[in-house]
């Protein structure tokens, strides 16, 4: 089914014809809730119960009423009927026993042991392989083959942040399941103890090897322990490149790493980015100074994206006389305006996708604004390993999508092609399953399974092609490969240009939409 949008564009009026069906779900299964694929897997809920399933949607934990979560470093984390947790790996092999304490999932104030991290948000920030847990009412660190590599020793821990953990000792837990009055200190991943907790300062994560600690004005504290002042000034965070820090009124200015002032302390809002900085909400600029861009009269601009390598800032403006409504696009740290504030809502999807919605319609795009399908549904999730999370209109439940971006189109003569395998892209080489192609250049074709070899003919040209050879043959005559014929999921995969060639076809490639084209 087509459908025509059209968008207000730097200008002018863009009429662009889409496919809802520009995209493809990685099953027909479809969930309650599903949440993103992370480290190779992704939990699914449906009916009240749980599941694990790979990126192929087979399961790795079938569905039951335990509860389930993945953590940060790839294990499953699975509560049994007594409320313990043991440990699975992503293969769904059993790492420990259930003996791990969990927060009851009745939520009954009476049965609230420790814990309350069970949902993986005191993980850290994913980048360490160890991850809290809690044995006997004591914390420690687990690894991801199940080994109690930091012994369950102290009163409260959060997750690893740039290679650093809080510890914490004296800390009461509430009838709530949370911590209190807790003594903060730093351990390295080693187990090495860099500051005892014995003090009440706070610590927040680190990142980029600082952290802000005190009991008064936050102080800046590095990863050897080391505490910095900075003339009184209150530290808030840094990138690396510069520090925001402030005062007790609520002044702020910019440093750089060697505690020179960049901008003077004053009730302008500050916003470090990159090597970039966004002043007022309203205006980004470079080191020099320099504007790159200043968003509209009334607008503002956000920072949507947490990795800190992304291009995009996300601009809102007052959406006419409605009061609390806003349009929003989407700016490139360069000052390049990709998407005008125009939209409903915009994301930064990831792994080069953008998402916009307008009154009318979903939109899916790529980083340079360009319409790549429109989407029958809606919430989309971040995009990771090469699918995200939709909101199906059909079912009106969850369903997993693939990224459009990654799937190589083919077109024979205009028709697209479909593969139960998808084509692969290897060392610039497109990979195909071979029976779809040689049935549409109405190629007869055979395989000999006991020596893994393809036999095709068109015409008066016949091709031997064995798998994993160098070359093929054409009428008895050898042609090198660049990348062999393999066997994927069970199929045959063919290098396509290769072999069309030989067939008689041209074969172009559109390396923007990733698309094939073959003409006989």
């Known amino acids: 089914m087509k459908k025509i949008i059209s968008v207000f564009l730097s200008g002018f009026l863009l009429f662009l014809t889409a496919s809802a069906e520009g995209y493809s779900h990685l099953s027909e299964e479809s969930y309650t809730t599903a949440q993103t694929f992370y480290r190779g897997i992704a939990r699914v809920t449906r009916g009240g119960m749980t599941a694990i399933i790979d990126t192929d949607a087979n399961f790795v934990l079938p569905f039951d009423e335990r509860p389930k979560v993945i953590r940060k470093n790839g ?55 160890l991850i809290p847990i809690s044995r006997n009412k004591k914390f420690g660190f687990l690894n991801s083959r199940g080994e109690e590599q930091i012994p369950p020793t102290f009163d409260y821990v959060y997750g690893f942040s740039d290679g650093m953990a809080r510890i914490c000792s004296g800390s009461e837990i509430t009838k709530y399941g949370t911590y209190i009055d807790c003594k903060y200190g730093l351990i390295r991943e080693d187990g090495t103890i860099v500051l005892p907790a014995d003090t009440y300062w706070y610590i927040g994560d680190f990142k980029h090897g600082y952290a802000a600690g005190g009991n008064g004005p936050a102080q800046m504290l590095d990863k050897n322990g080391q505490i910095r002042d900075l003339g009184g000034l209150i530290y808030q965070s840094t990138n690396g490149i510069y520090i925001t820090a402030g005062d007790s009124e609520g002044r702020t200015t910019i440093l750089d790493m060697a505690g020179k002032e960049v901008l003077p302390l004053d009730f302008t809002p500050k916003t470090i980015w990159q090597d970039l900085i966004v002043l007022a909400d309203t205006r980004l600029i470079n080191r020099q100074g320099e504007t ?96 995200f999370v939709l909101r199906d209109y059909h079912t009106m439940q969850q369903v997993y999508v693939k990224n459009p971006l990654r799937d190589i189109a083919v077109l024979y003569n205009g028709n697209s092609l479909f593969f139960d395998v998808p084509p692969l892209l290897e060392d610039g080489r497109t990979l195909v399953p071979l029976r779809a192609i040689f049935e549409a250049m109405e190629a007869e074709v055979s395989w000999d399974d006991r020596t893994k070899t393809v036999y095709a003919k068109r015409g008066e040209t016949h091709i031997v092609l064995p798998v994993g050879a160098p070359s093929f043959t054409k009428n008895g005559t050898e042609i090198l490969l660049d990348v062999p014929a393999k066997i994927e999921k069970g199929r045959t995969l063919i290098p396509l240009r290769a072999v069309a060639d030989a067939l008689g076809c041209k074969v172009d490639w559109q390396g923007e939409t990733r698309t094939v084209l073959l003409f006989s």
Not at 87 to 113: A, C, M, S, W
Not at 120 to 127: A, L, V, Y
């Open 75 to 129: 294990l499953i984390m699975v509560m049994d009927e007594n409320g313990y947790a043991g440990f699975f790996d992503k293969n769904g092999r059993q790492l420990t026993d259930y003996i791990y304490d969990t927060y009851p999932d009745t939520h009954e104030k009476t049965k609230v042991t420790t814990a309350h991290y069970f949902h993986n948000r005191f993980d850290g920030d994913g980048t360490s392989d």
């Open 292 to 387: 790159l861009y200043t968003a509209p009269e009334g607008g503002r601009l956000q920072t949507i994206w947490e990795d800190e390598n992304h291009p995009f800032l996300r601009i809102s403006i007052p959406a006419g006389d409605v009061e609390g409504h806003s349009l929003f696009g989407l700016v490139r740290t360069d000052g390049t305006v990709i998407l005008p504030p125009i939209y409903e809502s915009v994301k930064v999807m990831g792994e080069g996708l953008l998402y916009a919605r307008t009154t009318t319609e979903n939109i899916l795009l790529d980083e340079q604004g360009r319409l790549v399908c429109l989407l029958n549904g809606d919430l989309p999730e971040v995009c990771r390993e090469g699918k």
